[in-house]
Every structure is written in C-alpha cells, then in structure tokens.
C-alpha cells in the first residue's frame, strides 16, 4: 500500500528540500517500509518538482483530485488536499460516535473477539487525529500537522523548526508499507 506524507521543510532548493526531509527520517521504518520522494511544491511555484524519485505521488496528481482548486501553486493546492482530508472523515461525526456505541453496546466479552476492539479503537483514533488537526486549522494554523511522524499514515509532518532555508516546501513522501 502507498500512502502520501507530506512534509513541510524549509529548504534553499527543491532537492534540497528532499535531501533534508530524507535526512530527518533516515532511520525511520524497517525492512518491510521503503519510501521515496514524489513531487516537491515551493510555496511561491518557482521551485517545483514533478516526481524526484518517480513516487506514486507526483504533482500532477493533484490535476485529478475531486475537491481541490484547480488553479494556484501545487503548494497551495496540496494544502487544500490536506485541508479536504482532514475534514472529509468528521462529516457527520454524531451518527458515527453513535455507530460506534452501538457497536460497543453490542459487543458480547463472553464471545467478541478482541479484534473487534481494537478495530473500534483504531477508527476512535482515527477521528480523533483529525480533530486535533481540525481544531488547529480552527485557531489559524495554516497548514496542521496530521498523522506527524507517523509517516506510513496519509498525514503532514511539520518539520519547519529544525530546518534553514529562503522558502518552504511541501515534499511529498511515497511510504510503501
């Protein structure tokens, strides 16, 4: 399975911006997770890159996602991805918190399987990542972290703190795990 990461870097070029992100998570995953880098957007579009390391994840593939601006820089047009992905799975969140009491109501500790838990559990989780991010677009954070250092998840790690550089970038990692 690939899922996108995005990370937001300061960085002085594109390949620089892919060097460093992949510096920061050198250690980061086993044998069984390899990663690349897709598409990298410079906030002001005077830097972009399609693909850098031929990832499922190019640019262009946000020219075909439902939902996003068609016009702007690919930065700012992945930012309305993040946004849109952030917000998609909280869409009519009380009947889902209710589904998940039936559920729980339902669930016999005599028979269940402890599978059925942790599903329950991991979909809990699930809305709860998006919450905090929501809640962080909610008190202006432009862009909010989800799923951060979490890297075989669909997310954005900030790493804007420990990185130098003239403009941001949005590097677009391909996690296969």
Do not use: C
Request: no cysteine; net charge negative; aromatic share 10%.
């Amino acid at each position: 399975m690939h899922n996108l990461h995005f990370i937001l870097i300061k960085a002085d070029s594109a390949t620089d911006a892919a060097s460093e992100a992949e510096n920061r998570i050198l250690d980061w995953g086993n044998d069984n997770n390899w990663r690349s880098v897709g598409g990298i957007a410079s906030e002001d579009g005077s830097d972009d890159v399609e693909n850098h390391d031929n990832g499922a994840w190019g640019l262009s593939f946000l020219d075909k996602e439902e939902g996003v601006p068609r016009e702007g820089t690919y930065f700012s047009r992945a930012v309305a991805y993040l946004h849109r992905d952030i917000t998609r799975p909280l869409a009519d969140l009380p009947s889902k918190l209710l589904g998940f009491s039936d559920r729980l109501r339902a669930f016999d500790p005599e028979r269940g399987s402890p599978s059925q838990l942790e599903e329950i559990g991991r979909k809990l989780t699930h809305l709860s990542e998006h919450l905090y991010s929501r809640g962080a677009r909610e008190h202006g954070k432009e862009i909010p972290e989800l799923y951060e250092w979490k890297f075989d998840r669909d997310g954005l790690t900030d790493m804007t703190g420990g990185s130098e550089g003239v403009r941001r970038y949005l590097v677009f990692l391909d996690m296969h795990s």
